[in-house]
């Protein structure tokens, strides 16, 4: 039977988390997760059953986006890989989880995103944008551990992103029900979140 464990940034993002789920709040930012979740995972006798389920909000980086979304992809925004590619090294800034859709790209930084020009500039290469999925990711396949990003959309990645604290509690509640559909009772399972088109 696999074992899950519900890794959010935030209280008020896990606040609709089913009572028996194990929750592991991490704080705020791509340090912060990948730390938090490789204790956690270290602290485990046997990680053969186990599933990391990211939940979250995240800012839209198109306007016609709204809603939950299982994201494929996940990339690292902030880092400059052109330059450690240059160096020899392989950045790793662009990495696969789970069974999230492919079309669905989500862009992992620490800079919280409510610049007109930085949605831009990264709505090129991304649907969504956030500050942990790509730490969790990455820490949990480091562990070898299956990861799955479940993201809710709270608002559009510019200036209304700095409402956050009023819209998080709205985003919570379909977390807290996809959680509900699809790991506590997935026989009653509705639809999966869309794909990107």
């Known amino acids: 039977?696999?074992?899950?464990?519900?890794?959010?940034?935030?209280?008020?993002?896990?606040?609709?988390?089913?009572?028996?789920?194990?929750?592991?709040?991490?704080?705020?930012?791509?340090?912060?997760?990948?730390?938090a979740v490789a204790r956690a995972l270290a602290?485990?006798?046997?990680l053969g059953d186990l599933t990391?389920?990211?939940?979250?909000?995240?800012?839209?980086?198109?306007?016609?986006?709204?809603?939950?979304f299982e994201p494929g992809i996940v990339i690292n925004h902030d880092i400059d890989a052109a330059a450690i590619r240059a160096l020899g090294y392989d950045p790793r800034e662009r990495l696969e989880c789970?069974?999230?859709?492919?079309?669905?790209?989500?862009a992992t930084g620490d800079v919280f995103v409510s610049e007109p020009d930085v949605r831009t500039r990264l709505a090129v290469d991304a649907d969504l944008v956030d500050m942990e999925g790509y730490a969790v990711v990455y820490a949990a396949q480091q562990f070898g551990v299956p990861v799955r990003l479940v993201k809710h959309v709270s608002d559009n990645a510019d200036e209304s992103a700095l409402d956050w604290p009023s819209v998080v509690d709205h985003s919570a509640r379909h977390l807290g029900e996809w959680l509900v559909r699809n790991v506590v009772d997935p026989e009653v399972q509705e639809e999966d979140p869309p794909a990107v088109g």
């Open 52 to 68: 990391v389920i990211n939940i979250g909000t995240a800012g839209s980086l198109h306007d016609h986006h709204d809603g939950l």
């Open 1 to 35: 039977m696999t074992e899950h464990l519900v890794v959010a940034a935030t209280e008020a993002e896990a606040a609709y988390v089913p009572a028996g789920l194990p929750v592991l709040i991490t704080g705020i930012g791509k340090t912060a997760a990948a730390t």
């Open 43 to 46: 602290s485990y006798g046997d």
């Open 98 to 106: 789970g069974s999230g859709s492919a079309s669905v790209v989500l």
